[in-house]
């Protein structure tokens, strides 16, 4: 493969991945592909199988049909080339919690040939934990290990770090630093990364993409600008003084509106909404203001879910 091609190749490739446990189907031919240098989110309700899928990415869980190529390589038949481009931390990061962060470093880049000490001072430079790296971890934050399991999982240079529900036990400032760091690691590293998390605001905030499963199934892979918008349109709610004249109005040009709380709700793009905001005002409606509706990132999760529990 050509670097060009390298370059333009998903990183990770899900093609038709099936779990089967017993009689029961958990994943049912899950497709979908991760981009290089992007945040990417993988959402669903309580048992729809993302640990399952992340489980099977990383090498602990057997697949039972289809495969996953990392990097370009299977799996299935090449598992140590795909493994190389992987760095993840599945449930929570493991410390000695009586040795420093840099000996923690230190203890786990023996395991792997050839990285050294600038290698290791490249990851806590990456990860922000200069000031603190010579501390025992048994002082650290919640947040604080994240990063330094974050820094572990990065010493080899992966093209692809997993991260399954980073955010659990983070408060909002640990949240953020977490979300910041891992836009450095996209925008300045180019390493892909793919988040599992149930907090789908920080999603919203944190992510380039996600891809959204039930049941062990893809429900949709979207980019998160197109949950903001389609096709250019956004949703815009008109407060109006005559409202059944503007509905009225409305279906005269055959155009859908909806009337929610007393105010209009149209899809419009820029110059269809002023061109609305003049016709209103030519036919003797009082325009009283005007603004952008954006479904939430959950809203539209629970519209294509139903209202399962998320998880």
């Known amino acids: 493969m050509s670097v060009s091609q390298e370059a333009h190749t998903p990183i990770v490739q899900v093609d038709h991945v099936s779990k089967r446990i017993g009689a029961k189907t958990i994943i049912d031919k899950l497709s979908f592909d991760v981009p290089r240098g992007e945040v990417f989110g993988f959402l669903g309700p309580n048992g729809s199988g993302k640990t399952t899928t992340i489980r099977m990415m990383v090498g602990l869980m057997s697949i039972s049909e289809g495969d996953i190529r990392i990097g370009g390589h299977s799996i299935r038949t090449h598992f ?82 997993i991260l399954d529900e ?28 793919i988040v599992s998390s149930h907090l789908l605001s920080e999603m919203e905030l944190m992510c380039d993409r996600v891809a959204i499963i039930q049941n062990g199934k893809l429900i949709d892979v979207r980019l998160i600008k197109e949950f903001v918008q389609e096709d250019g349109k956004q949703r815009i709610v008109f407060e109006l003084s005559n409202l059944e004249q503007a509905v009225k109005l409305a279906a005269d040009k055959a155009v859908s509106v909806e009337v929610v709380d007393s105010e209009l709700v149209m899809n419009l793009d820029k110059q269809e909404t002023a061109a609305w905001n003049q016709k209103f005002v030519e036919a003797g409606i009082a325009v009283y203001g005007i603004r952008k509706s954006i479904k939430s990132l959950e809203d539209q999760f629970l519209e294509m879910t139903g209202s399962d529990p998320i998880a």
């Open 80 to 161: 140590e080339q795909a493994i190389r481009h992987i760095g993840a931390i599945v449930e929570n990061p493991e410390m000695y919690k009586f040795l420093s962060g840099y000996h923690n470093l230190v203890h786990y880049a023996r395991m792997i040939p050839g990285i050294g000490s600038d290698r290791i001072q490249e990851v806590i430079d990456l990860v922000g934990m200069t000031n603190r790296i010579h501390d025992k971890v048994k002082t650290y934050s919640l947040g604080m290990r994240q990063r330094l399991g974050i820094a572990q999982a990065l010493l080899h240079k992966p093209s692809v770090l």
């Open 166 to 193: 980073p955010t659990n036990g983070l408060d909002p400032a640990g949240i953020r630093e977490l979300r910041d760091h891992l836009r450095k690691l996209t925008r300045e590293e180019g390493i892909s990364v």
